[in-house]
């Protein structure tokens, strides 16, 4: 019987224990909880506006990457147009004279 009654003490406690750390968290305050919801949304909507910012930049290198690639196309068309040009007056200028 003795071991009866010593596991009756620790159920009571255990018993205790529990109830103690239940009404610990009953006791949490609702504006603390409300204070981690905030951070987290928080955080989540820092996260969506850093993904869409990078998406913008992305987007605008791409486009910069587009605009560059169309005036390197330009330049070499006229520069080389100006060379063959410029050369082929050249050697009319100095086939005639000559």
Do not use: G, Y
């Not at 910012?53 to 068309?77: E, M, Q, Y």
Request: glycine share 0%; aromatic share 8%.
């Amino acid at each position: 019987m003795p071991k009866h009654d010593s596991e009756d003490i620790l159920d009571d406690s255990f018993a205790d224990h529990i109830d103690s750390q239940l009404s610990r968290r009953a006791s949490l305050p609702d504006p603390v909880l409300a204070e981690i919801r905030d951070l987290m949304q928080k955080k989540a909507r820092q996260d969506e506006e850093e993904r869409a910012r990078k998406k913008r930049d992305i987007k605008l290198k791409r486009d910069w990457a587009l605009a560059a690639l169309v005036v390197n196309r330009i330049c070499f068309i006229f520069f080389t147009t100006t060379l063959v040009a410029v050369t082929l007056v050249f050697f009319i200028v100095f086939h005639l004279h000559h």
